[in-house]
């Protein structure tokens, strides 16, 4: 199986459940790994059959922008089913860190897996 994956993402949403977070907006970074047979795309080096992260990347942001959800599980399960839904892929691994959330640590979150290989 081919992989094509976005590494760091970083993105600026509403996220949390504390009051104080409601009004603010936070950082969370995004380490994404999708399924793509990238063969029909490095054969005839055609942009229009592989996966265009800069595509994902954008809708991503997007995503994020409007989003505004209190726990990260429900970003990280929302935001797969929209990419797997809008880019038709079979198969995706997203681990979404919350810098900060812990201030003993580097970050917090969740790795989600969906789909099949």
């Known amino acids: ?6 590494e760091g993402l ?5 996220i949390g459940a504390y009051d104080w977070e409601r009004g603010i907006r936070q950082c969370l970074r995004l380490d994404l790994s999708f399924a793509w047979d990238i063969r029909p ?5 055609d942009l229009s059959k592989a996966l265009d992260y800069a595509s994902v990347s954008t ?29 038709n892929i079979p198969w995706l691994h997203l681990k979404l860190t919350k810098p900060g959330a812990v201030p003993a640590a580097k970050g917090v979150g969740v790795e989600i897996e969906r789909g099949c290989r």
């Open 1 to 6: 199986m081919d992989r094509v994956f976005i």
């Open 41 to 45: 795309a490095a054969a005839g080096d």
């Open 59 to 87: 809708r991503i942001q997007a995503f994020a922008e409007v989003s505004q959800f209190q726990l990260v599980e429900t970003f990280a399960e929302r935001l797969t089913e929209v990419l797997m839904s809008e880019f």
């Open 10 to 14: 970083e993105v600026d949403t509403v």
